[in-house]
């Protein structure tokens, strides 16, 4: 699939899943934008892209900088033609140890940022009638997971969300899909216990 001239945004791409995605997207042509949620991350990532694209500093869970990130990325590069929907973290703890702070947290982070990114480049991929977005889920989104039940809450609400939109914006030339992985050895998942990754 040749992706030459396609402005494509990842978020979360400093490592793991996301770089990879982003390191596949400029492999198949596409100008990649890249964030993380520091300006040392975003400077990583404008390394590993080089002139294929630009790391910017992101806080998905902020309106204002969504704003922002995506007005540089219009001015700088063009609309978006591809968007990734890949930051996320985790707060693992049993249920009846979770605070309201660990279910706040992932909501925020893994969950109602795809709906803000999601909402701000639709218009521009409707008027083209063309478009991307591809939302990072989870096995645990439709398995479950003791320890998870924010993370499998917001992975759930991914698939759910990303189903509805499609339903809304496949006339349009819009296309909206989750991917699912299964566990994988990245930097977040590190600090996962046993029982966890199993």
């Keep these: 699939m040749n992706l030459e001239g396609k402005i494509a945004l990842v978020t979360g791409a400093s490592r793991g899943i996301g ?53 540089t990325i219009n001015d700088e590069f063009g609309a978006i033609d591809i968007l990734v929907n890949n930051a996320g973290i985790t707060r693992d703890n049993l249920l009846m ?5 660990e279910w706040n947290d992932i909501i925020n982070t893994n969950l109602t940022p795809i709906y803000r990114m999601s909402k701000a480049v639709l218009r521009g991929m409707m008027k083209k009638r063309a478009g991307r977005i591809i939302n990072v889920g989870s096995v645990v989104g439709t398995m479950g ?10 992975k759930a609400g991914v698939i759910g969300f990303t189903k509805s939109m499609a339903r809304e914006v496949a006339s349009r030339g819009v296309t909206v899909n989750t991917v699912a992985p299964g566990f994988i050895e990245t930097d977040m998942t590190k600090a996962l216990n046993d029982d966890q990754r199993a």
């Design 19 to 71: 770089r990879a995605i982003a390191e596949l997207l400029v492999e198949r042509g596409a100008t990649v934008i890249g964030t993380a949620t520091s300006e040392s991350g975003a400077a990583a990532i404008s390394e590993y892209l080089g002139e294929n694209g630009k790391g910017l500093a992101l806080n998905v869970t902020d309106v204002e900088s969504i704003e922002a990130t995506l007005k």
């Design 97 to 101: 140890r979770m605070k309201d702070d």
């Design 145 to 154: 997971n003791a320890g998870q039940t924010n993370y499998a809450a917001a």
